[in-house]
């Protein structure tokens, strides 16, 4: 279907602004360009994004959209946006709609006949795969997992057997429990951990999932985190018995677990019996 542009004449147009992830120099041409001729710009944190539009030395109008005000923000900028005003939206930090704020407040605009045009920009999810050495002409981003330990094992547990490489968003007080959640659920893959990406203090280790909870384990880890793991490969990672891993998972897991809660794990993750893994779990522990 083609799109008439006569349709939008006299109306607003509502710009989906990416902003930088870290690195201001990552903010584009279009993007200092859209925000420095705006009318209103709708963002998730006024406080940030004034910081950003300071920096640019813009002062256009801002009104905050954020999680849990975005559909009572909808009004002022329909409103604008039927007066003739363009307006933006940004988030604090990437592209909006992407696990942030932005979604139903485009699906409304469109709805009422407006225009959305994308200002495409900074992405952790695609920084964070272009860097994996992964496959990413099919991947699934999840986002933010559920907090809640069965919560969180279940979503694991419905991209388990999918054969696209997975990315995750996580807060560093969670990011323990969630990488041992993906040694149970998910087996020992390739994974990638990026944290800080494009900022000061960037830090990206490869490896494997014990090799990257063994990194976890033995650093205090702060900042915002992207993990980027290999999708369902065609044979059980551990099938083969690779006892020098199975021995380096258990001495980290019985750290903080029992030899019983760590055979059981260890069982589903690396497809051995259960026996022999209460046994290793056993001589580990001694």
Same mark, same amino acid.
């Given at each position: 279907?083609?799109?008439?542009?006569?349709?939008?004449?006299?109306?607003?147009?509502?710009?989906?602004?990416?902003?930088?992830?870290?690195?201001?120099?990552?903010?584009?041409?279009?993007?200092?360009?859209?925000?420095?001729? &705006?009318? +209103?710009?709708?963002?998730? #944190?006024?406080?940030?994004?004034?910081?950003?539009? @300071? %920096?640019?030395?813009?002062?256009?109008?801002?009104?905050?959209? %954020?999680?849990?005000?975005?559909?009572?923000?909808?009004?002022?900028?329909?409103?604008?946006? /039927?007066?003739?005003?363009?307006?933006?939206?940004?988030?604090?930090?990437?592209?909006?709609?992407?696990?942030?704020?932005?979604?139903?407040?485009?699906?409304?605009?469109?709805?009422?006949?407006?225009?959305? =045009?994308?200002?495409?920009?900074? /992405?952790?999810? !695609?920084?964070?795969?272009?860097?994996?050495?992964?496959?990413?002409? @099919?991947?699934?981003?999840?986002?933010?997992?559920?907090?809640?330990?069965?919560?969180?094992?279940?979503?694991?547990?419905?991209? /388990?057997?999918?054969?696209?490489?997975?990315?995750?968003?996580?807060?560093? %007080?969670?990011?323990?429990?969630?990488?041992?959640?993906?040694?149970?659920? +998910?087996?020992?893959?390739?994974? !990638?951990?990026?944290?800080? +990406?494009?900022?000061? %203090?960037? !830090?990206?280790?490869?490896? !494997?999932?014990?090799?990257?909870?063994?990194?976890?384990? /033995?650093?205090?880890?702060?900042?915002?985190?992207?993990? =980027? &793991?290999?999708?369902?490969?065609?044979?059980?990672?551990?099938?083969?018995? #690779?006892?020098?891993?199975?021995?380096?998972?258990?001495?980290?897991?019985?750290?903080?677990?029992?030899?019983?809660?760590?055979?059981?794990?260890? @069982?589903?993750?690396?497809?051995?019996?259960? @026996?022999?893994?209460?046994?290793?779990? +056993?001589?580990?522990?001694?």
């Amino acid at each position: 279907m083609s799109i008439d542009k006569k349709t939008f004449d006299n109306k607003g147009r509502l710009y989906v602004v990416g902003t930088p992830i870290g690195n201001l120099s990552d903010l584009t041409e279009r993007a200092r360009d859209v925000f420095s001729r &705006v009318a +209103l710009v709708a963002a998730e #944190d006024t406080r940030q994004t004034r910081k950003l539009l @300071s %920096h640019l030395g813009v002062r256009p109008r801002l009104i905050s959209c %954020h999680e849990h005000n975005e559909l009572t923000a909808t009004g002022p900028i329909l409103d604008a946006l /039927s007066g003739g005003q363009d307006v933006a939206i940004a988030t604090d930090a990437g592209t909006p709609a992407l696990s942030d704020p932005g979604a139903r407040l485009i699906a409304a605009v469109r709805q009422g006949g407006f225009e959305v =045009v994308p200002i495409p920009g900074p /992405s952790a999810i !695609t920084a964070a795969l272009s860097i994996a050495g992964m496959p990413a002409d @099919s991947f699934l981003f999840r986002g933010f997992l559920p907090t809640k330990k069965g919560e969180r094992k279940k979503a694991l547990e419905a991209a /388990s057997n999918l054969p696209y490489t997975l990315v995750f968003f996580e807060a560093p %007080h969670r990011l323990r429990e969630l990488i041992a959640d993906m040694l149970e659920v +998910l087996g020992n893959r390739k994974m !990638t951990l990026a944290r800080e +990406l494009t900022k000061l %203090h960037e !830090t990206i280790i490869s490896g !494997t999932v014990v090799q990257i909870m063994e990194e976890v384990l /033995s650093t205090d880890v702060k900042g915002e985190i992207t993990l =980027v &793991v290999e999708g369902a490969p065609q044979e059980k990672p551990g099938s083969k018995g #690779d006892e020098e891993a199975v021995r380096r998972v258990l001495s980290i897991m019985l750290k903080t677990v029992s030899v019983k809660e760590a055979a059981e794990v260890l @069982s589903k993750a690396a497809g051995i019996n259960k @026996s022999l893994a209460y046994t290793l779990a +056993l001589e580990v522990k001694e």
